[in-house]
């Protein structure tokens, strides 16, 4: 299926059964998955579970060892450049250009996909007003603050009007602050129709803009759905976190009654009856403890018996 | 919300509102691929000109003076027919697309490799590994050909540049700085890290340019030792240069007129084995 159209509702990605090894490591471990047009899928896991490896087998980088792959109508590997042209990447390496000012960076950027010319000068500043970074056209890479560069990755990636934008931790390093921002820009572009996969070890991010989130762990998708469907499946709706260590015969006696479980000294107890949850607290008299609603995380560390920044 | 404050607050709204979706570009082609990468350098090369080529002229210039000129003083004789600083120019342009297109191939090509990671961002686009070496390949040749041409400048007013072919000394510049460039990066594809190029340098490229017969005629060198020097390729680097610096009466070999085809052999040959090696090495 070579149609490589422009997007409508078809799919925009599909794997079937995706291998990478390194070695002996199976870096990517027989993945599937479809993403349709004008979603954004996060794909949720600890560092080393192999996201970045896949989106850079999807975004025609890196050969895939085994299995078949679709992207925007091509085989990323045997059609890179056609795939590639298609596609916007933010990396976790910026690699801009040091020595040259923000404008130049864009222009040479554009130069790789062979867009020059007035109506491209045009769109680089609708980019650069996209993403408030408009007056700093003429300030050296260097002078940026870590937000700014990240918006001007961002701006760089939308140059060549993609059909997919890929994004690997777009967020990771960043003040909360700017992070909320680069989320409100993201849900700008999704709100328009793009399609965007996301790499992420912040469950919050995948549940702020993810429309469907797999979880991935040692290379293997682990579950996939939407962020609510993966919470409702998985878990009681709520959970009673607290110190494991604080009190042992409470922790002994949570175990026991609510099935409570330990993840190094955290303890989490989940039910879909609060108030039994609460009462549970007041009961034990836990200081450190905390009732809840049960969210990505508890669902990751429910999955593979660890958390997601481990 | 009054008039000028509803339009202040209209303007904001649009001014971030995303760009509305359309349809990519058509894919580039490859001559448009490689060129492009060959515009990343010459941008970012021309940002620092002054500082970029000063010492790579200044160096071959500083050794001309030096031996060419200084010790020549005191050499009695000939050489090829010629004085030694004269004798000595042909070398000095081989040597300067040498190192030019050498220093380029490993130490820059290294630097944006692993510490710029210039190259992960270019993947990110249209360009191949393929496009990358051979943008690169390209870049290597064209500096080896301004360099070359700048230090023949040079050399002509120093008197030292006497045949009217001399305006295919950048050409010869050109296909030099290819052979090496493709020679240094098989060598890049395999260090470890950057301090190994130390020994390419001393080791290899130095002394090969030290019985290629920059200093001295190949055929004096003794126990029938210059037929090593026929198989080395800077040899007929140099010749080559021979050929349009200082005429046919000036070369070392009856054979020189095919030093020439050899170089440009050698350049694709060993450029096309240079773009392999790096693009097996490069990793995303």
């Known amino acids: 299926m070579q149609n490589g159209k422009a997007s409508g509702n078809g799919t925009i990605v599909e794997l079937k059964n995706v291998v990478k090894n390194y070695g002996e490591l199976k870096a990517v471990d027989g993945i599937s998955l479809t993403i349709p047009s004008g979603i954004c899928y996060a794909l949720l896991g600890p560092n080393g579970a192999g996201k970045s490896t896949l989106s ?5 980088m890196l050969a895939a060892d085994g299995g078949s792959l679709n992207v925007v109508g091509f085989d990323p590997w045997k059609c890179q450049s056609e795939v590639k042209t298609r596609l916007g990447v933010v990396l976790q390496d910026d690699a801009f250009d040091e020595d040259l000012d923000v404008w130049s960076n864009l222009e040479i950027y554009g130069m790789f996909f062979w867009l020059r010319g007035d109506a ?27 937000g700014m560069r990240r918006r001007l990755m961002i701006a760089r990636a939308l140059l060549n009007d993609p059909q997919l934008l890929i994004l690997d931790e777009p967020t990771t390093g960043l003040d909360p602050q700017v992070r909320h921002a680069i989320w409100s820009t993201l849900r700008k572009l999704k709100a328009a129709g793009m399609t965007i996969l996301l790499t992420t070890h912040y469950m919050e991010e995948a549940a702020q803009l993810a429309d469907r989130v797999g979880i991935m762990n040692k290379g293997r998708l682990i579950a996939e759905d939407t962020p609510e469907g993966l919470i409702e499946t998985n878990l009681p709706k709520f959970v009673l976190e607290f110190d494991a260590q604080e009190i042992p015969s409470a922790t002994a006696a949570l175990v026991k009654d609510l099935k409570a479980e330990q993840h190094g000294d955290r303890g989490f107890a989940f039910s879909p009856d609060e108030p039994l949850l609460l009462s549970a607290l007041r009961d034990h008299r836990l200081r450190d403890g905390t009732v809840r609603r049960a969210s990505l995380e508890d669902v990751f560390l429910k999955l593979t018996g660890r958390s997601l920044d481990e | 919300m009054s008039r000028p404050a509803e339009e202040a607050h209209r303007a904001a709204v ?5 760009p509305a979706l359309m349809a990519p570009p058509p894919m580039p082609s490859r001559l448009n691929r490689v060129l492009a990468v060959w515009y990343r350098h010459y941008r970012v090369y021309c940002t620092s000109l002054i500082a970029n080529a000063t010492p790579a002229v200044l160096e071959p210039l500083f050794f001309q003076i030096a031996i060419g000129f ?25 040597m300067t697309a040498l190192y030019t297109a050498s220093f380029e191939a490993t130490h820059a090509t290294f630097v944006r490799m692993r510490y710029q990671k210039t190259y992960s961002a270019m993947l990110a686009t249209p360009l191949t590994r393929q496009d990358i070496f051979l943008g690169e390949l390209l ?3 064209t500096k080896g050909l301004l360099y070359s041409a700048i230090v023949a400048c040079v050399l002509a007013l120093f008197g ?21 460039a493709g020679l240094s990066f098989m060598v890049t594809s395999v260090v470890k890290n950057i301090n190994q190029f130390q020994y390419y340098f001393t080791a290899f490229l130095t002394p090969l340019i030290y019985v290629s017969g920059l200093m001295f005629p190949v055929q004096e060198l003794p126990y029938g030792l210059y037929w090593g020097a026929y198989f080395l390729p800077m040899f007929h680097v140099i010749e080559t240069f021979r050929l349009v610096t200082t005429g046919i009466e000036s070369t070392s070999v009856s054979w020189a007129l095919y030093c020439p085809f050899i170089v440009l052999v050698m350049a694709l040959v060993l450029g096309w084995l240079g773009v392999r090696a790096m693009e097996k090495r490069l990793t995303a």
């Open chain 1, 56 to 60: 850079k087998m999807i975004g025609a």
């Open chain 2, 139 to 141: 870049w290597c040749s």
């Open chain 1, 120 to 146: 491209f000068k045009e769109k680089m500043r609708g980019l650069l007003r996209f993403m408030e970074l408009d007056g700093r056209e003429n300030k050296p890479i260097q002078e940026l603050s870590g």
């Open chain 2, 14 to 18: 649009d001014a971030s509102a995303p």
């Open chain 2, 160 to 180: 030292n540049i006497r045949s009217p072919y001399a305006v295919l000394i950048p050409v010869a510049g050109f296909f030099t700085a290819m052979a090496f």
């Open chain 2, 70 to 94: 200084g010790v020549g003083r005191y050499l009695d004789r000939t050489f090829n027919g010629l004085d030694y600083a004269t004798f000595m120019a042909p070398g000095i342009l081989g």
